[in-house]
């Protein structure tokens, strides 16, 4: 078909494609040129063997921080301890490098994660590394390189060796100007922060290389996710992670939000759940490639209350940071995430009590572990 006219089809089918659809069926890679580092894909995902989706080959990188190991011993249930591999720049502890394979890898460095890629045949990437919202405000141009440039290595080396790519957006794609209560899917997005702006990126360039290349490109809206056995990486909603903790231990805690701020929240769990059921759903169920994830929404003195009923003594102090209190000012509240529950069956299993009788649990048995030693 001449070249023309073969554009012409491609532009007229974009056209008639929905607003936030993948292309993916109408624009095939090859109709439209090599890919961005010229190393040309042996196939599309619709080629992907039954087998590949079946048993993934699986890297995540930026695996050491609040989720990755979490991810890992998850996906490593359901697909076998030797099948996921973990990365990051740091040394791991005895305990992770025992528990399943790990690797170093830099995202900043195209070649090495490529080799990483072809050597250990991976065909599904959840891509983790990122600087977080409040620590990527103390450091703009290491938060700029991890990640923008980061994920373009990401990006490419997923698009030529025809991944499925899972990368994690954030409450934080959204600004001040963005509808805050609930926040739907799709409205105006104007972040003041560079995370922010690096998500929003992340999700438009995702997109762009599902239609341009055929890129499997899946990614979820995460809330703060709160989890009991690993610290947080620096984010805006942190807090909550440390009140559980301090109030386990001391029976007190300093929050750096007013008490009013309301943001939007998940459990782990559930937030591994949804990451793992986007990446298993059919194609053609994803009417979009971007979707809000949401389970619950508080406030630092509703999240208070609530510990109050297991650890009656605890006692909320408030020392007020202005850098995070501009942050969550500017996120949402709450997260329409109907779309998602609609396209591939979404739904929470924790909300507010059950996260904090969890918790509680958790850093209780500690504390008592610890005083009994
Ligand atoms: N934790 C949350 O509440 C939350 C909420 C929304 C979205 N997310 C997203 O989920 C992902 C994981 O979050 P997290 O909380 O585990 O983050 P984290 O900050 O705890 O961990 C990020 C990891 O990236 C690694 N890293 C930094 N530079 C790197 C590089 N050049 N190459 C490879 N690795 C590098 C760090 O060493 C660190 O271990 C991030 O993309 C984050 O934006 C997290």
């Given at each position: 078909m001449p070249v023309i006219r073969m554009l012409s089809r491609v532009v007229s089918q974009m056209q008639q494609s929905?607003?936030?659809?993948?292309w993916l069926l109408a624009v095939p890679a090859r109709f439209l040129g090599t890919l961005p580092r010229q190393v040309q894909s042996d196939a599309s995902f619709h080629s992907v063997s039954f087998s590949e989706i079946d048993h993934p080959r699986i890297l995540i990188t930026g695996g050491l921080g609040q989720l990755g190991v979490g991810l890992a011993n998850f996906l490593r249930k359901r697909?076998?301890?030797?099948n996921v591999i973990l990365s990051d720049i740091r040394k791991p502890p005895n305990h992770i490098f025992h528990s399943g394979p790990f690797i170093y890898s830099d995202i900043l460095d195209y070649k090495h994660l490529r080799e990483v890629v072809v050597n250990n045949r991976i065909t599904w990437l959840f891509h983790y590394s990122a600087l977080l919202s409040a620590v990527g405000e103390t450091n703009v141009s290491l938060a700029r390189a991890v990640n923008i440039t980061g994920l373009h290595n990401v990006l490419d080396v997923a698009a030529e060796h025809s991944l499925r790519l899972f990368v994690p957006s954030s409450i934080g794609a959204f600004g001040p100007t963005s509808p805050r209560n609930?926040?739907?899917?799709?409205c105006i997005q104007r972040p003041r922060t560079i995370y922010g702006v690096s998500k929003v990126h992340a999700e438009l360039m995702g997109e762009y290389y599902c239609y341009r290349y055929g890129l499997d490109f899946r990614c979820l809206r995460y809330p703060g996710i709160i989890s009991a056995d690993t610290q947080p990486g620096g984010g805006t909603t942190d807090y909550a992670v440390q009140m559980f903790h301090d109030a386990a231990k001391n029976g007190k805690f300093e929050c750096n939000l007013k008490p009013t701020t309301r943001l939007p929240m998940m459990y782990i769990d559930d937030c591994l759940r949804a990451t793992l059921e986007v990446m298993e759903a059919p194609a053609d169920s994803l009417s979009m490639r971007t979707y809000n994830i949401s389970a619950m929404s508080f406030t630092p003195e509703e999240l208070a209350q609530e510990v109050l009923k297991h650890v009656p003594e605890f006692q909320m102090t408030y020392n007020v940071d202005s850098v995070r209190q501009a942050i969550a000012d500017s996120w949402p509240m709450n997260l329409d995430d109907s779309t998602a529950r609609k396209d591939w069956g979404w739904k929470h299993d924790f909300d507010l009590p059950e996260l904090v009788t969890t918790m509680m649990n958790f850093h209780g048995s500690d504390t008592r572990v610890a005083q009994a030693n």
């Open positions: 929905p607003a936030c659809g993948c697909f076998g301890k030797q609930p926040t739907p899917d799709l």
